[in-house]
Structure formats: structure tokens, C-alpha cells
């Protein structure tokens, strides 16, 4: 079956950084774009990047550009994500999921996140 | 920025029908998806399209459009279904944006 198993999660100070990284398994990795998510602490959802299938398109929200950079080995099935100059307000669970991108775009499946605080 | 606007939240019966409504001036040119989230697990599709179903969600669970309105409903609410439902969709230049999440309480 379809999974995505995400890590590299943790505690880090601001200003550091952190690789996280998503292992996906059961489908054809190379031909989907891809995608990271982020819920703060008992908030709602963020669309934090995406990547399409070949890598050569690549998207970031405002709130992370400069920062953050998506990338993905597709001989690896692996998606990844680097986060640089992290701040307090980065604290959050961070989802991979598989991004279905056409006539619109959406998200299904979803990996079980990880958790990356951001605190001195 | 563009925006989705969800009830915080919304109480129903075991049996009744639960309604969860979503606004965005971009929704009547973008499709509507919809996640279910249950604590301490990753977000669920359970609508894509306005109205699709993907496999394997019950037929409980269905989705409407009307103008700059998309509404989840589900009929025979369960225990189960309690949680917390995030829509989706996208603006004009095409950047996903999620609404604020409403949750579900069944009494």
C-alpha cells in the first residue's frame, strides 16, 4: 500500500537547521509531485512547498522562502526538505503527502508526521 | 491573502446530519477538498473535487458547491466521526491555501 514515512524532526535553536526527510513507498514516486505540510501546536494546516515529479518546478510559501529548500531523489523514493535560519514560529509537525496537481490540486495520502521545535 | 472560512465549530447528534461549510470567493473557479484529522494522526481525504469520494471513505460522507460556498455533509453521524475537518482549495495564481479547520463534536 501507499505510505510515507517522514524523520528528521527534533529540537533545534533559532537560527539552526534541520534535514527532514520522507521514505515513500507502494506507488510510482517519480511520476508525482510531491508535497510538505505544516501544523503548529493545536493549529491549523500550512502548505509549506512542493515539488513537481522531475524536480524542475518548485513552489514555497511566503513564510519560508529564503529559508527552505525541497528537494527529492527519485532513485531513492525520497522526499526532502531543508530548513535553514529556523525561528520559534517554524515549531511545528511537518507531513509529506503525495500532491495530486491537474485540473486542481490536493493531497492524498498524507505520512504520519514529525515534530521539529524550534526553541533556545 | 486569499482566505477559506470555516466554523470553528459544529455539534450533532449521533444519526443526525452534520453540515460543515467552507467560503471563498475563489470557489466557484477552484475545486474544494476536504480532510478529516482525528488527534495525534495525520489529516484524511474524505472529499476531493467538491464531491468525490476516494475509495474506501463511507458513503456517509459527501460534498456540494453552490457559488462561493462548499459545504461537507455527513448524514448518520457516528462517534467516529468526531474530529477535526480542514478544506481546501486554491487562489487565482494557484497556491493552496487550507481554511481554518472545524470541529466536529458529537454529542
Request: hydrophobic residues 30%.
Given at each position: 500500500?501507499?505510505?510515507?514515512?517522514?524523520?528528521?524532526?527534533?529540537?533545534?535553536?533559532?537560527?539552526?537547521?534541520?534535514?527532514?526527510?520522507?521514505?515513500?513507498?507502494?506507488?510510482t514516486?517519480?511520476?508525482?509531485?510531491?508535497?510538505?505540510?505544516?501544523?503548529?501546536?493545536?493549529?491549523?494546516?500550512?502548505?509549506?512547498?512542493?515539488?513537481?515529479?522531475?524536480?524542475?518546478?518548485?513552489?514555497?510559501?511566503?513564510?519560508?522562502?529564503?529559508?527552505?529548500?525541497?528537494s527529492?531523489?527519485?532513485?531513492?523514493?525520497?522526499?526532502?526538505?531543508?530548513?535553514?535560519?529556523?525561528?520559534?514560529?517554524?515549531?511545528a509537525?511537518?507531513?509529506?503527502?503525495?500532491?495530486?496537481?491537474?485540473?486542481?490540486?490536493?493531497?492524498d495520502?498524507?505520512?504520519?508526521?514529525?515534530?521539529?521545535t524550534?526553541?533556545? | 491573502?486569499?482566505?477559506?472560512?470555516?466554523?470553528?465549530?459544529?455539534?450533532?447528534?449521533?444519526?443526525?446530519?452534520?453540515?460543515?461549510?467552507?467560503?471563498?470567493d475563489?470557489?466557484?473557479?477552484?475545486?474544494?477538498?476536504?480532510?478529516?484529522?482525528?488527534p495525534?494522526?495525520?489529516?484524511?481525504?474524505?472529499?476531493?473535487?467538491?464531491?468525490?469520494?476516494?475509495?474506501?471513505i463511507?458513503?456517509?460522507?459527501?460534498?456540494?458547491?453552490?457559488?462561493?460556498?462548499?459545504?461537507?455533509?455527513?448524514?448518520?453521524?457516528?462517534?467516529?466521526?468526531?474530529?477535526?475537518?480542514?478544506c481546501?482549495?486554491?487562489?487565482?495564481?494557484?497556491?493552496?491555501v487550507?481554511?481554518?479547520?472545524?470541529?466536529?463534536t458529537?454529542?
Amino acid at each position: 500500500q501507499v505510505q510515507l514515512v517522514e524523520s528528521g524532526g527534533g529540537l533545534v535553536k533559532p537560527g539552526g537547521s534541520l534535514r527532514l526527510s520522507c521514505a515513500a513507498s507502494g506507488f510510482t514516486f517519480s511520476d508525482y509531485y510531491m508535497s510538505w505540510i505544516r501544523q503548529a501546536p493545536g493549529k491549523g494546516l500550512e502548505w509549506v512547498s512542493y515539488i513537481s515529479s522531475s524536480g524542475s518546478t518548485i513552489y514555497y510559501a511566503d513564510s519560508v522562502k529564503g529559508r527552505f529548500t525541497i528537494s527529492r531523489d527519485n532513485a531513492k523514493n525520497s522526499l526532502y526538505l531543508q530548513m535553514n535560519s529556523l525561528r520559534a514560529e517554524d515549531t511545528a509537525v511537518y507531513y509529506c503527502a503525495r500532491l495530486w496537481f491537474g485540473e486542481g490540486r490536493w493531497f492524498d495520502p498524507w505520512g504520519q508526521g514529525t515534530l521539529v521545535t524550534v526553541s533556545s | 491573502s486569499y482566505e477559506l472560512t470555516q466554523p470553528p465549530s459544529v455539534s450533532v447528534s449521533p444519526g443526525q446530519t452534520a453540515r460543515i461549510t467552507c467560503s471563498g470567493d475563489a470557489l466557484p473557479k477552484q475545486y474544494a477538498y476536504w480532510y478529516q484529522q482525528k488527534p495525534g494522526q495525520a489529516p484524511v481525504l474524505v472529499i476531493y473535487k467538491d464531491s468525490e469520494r476516494p475509495s474506501g471513505i463511507p458513503e456517509r460522507f459527501s460534498g456540494s458547491s453552490s457559488g462561493t460556498t462548499v459545504t461537507l455533509t455527513i448524514s448518520g453521524v457516528q462517534a467516529e466521526d468526531e474530529a477535526d475537518y480542514y478544506c481546501q482549495s486554491a487562489d487565482s495564481s494557484g497556491d493552496v491555501v487550507f481554511g481554518g479547520g472545524t470541529k466536529l463534536t458529537v454529542l
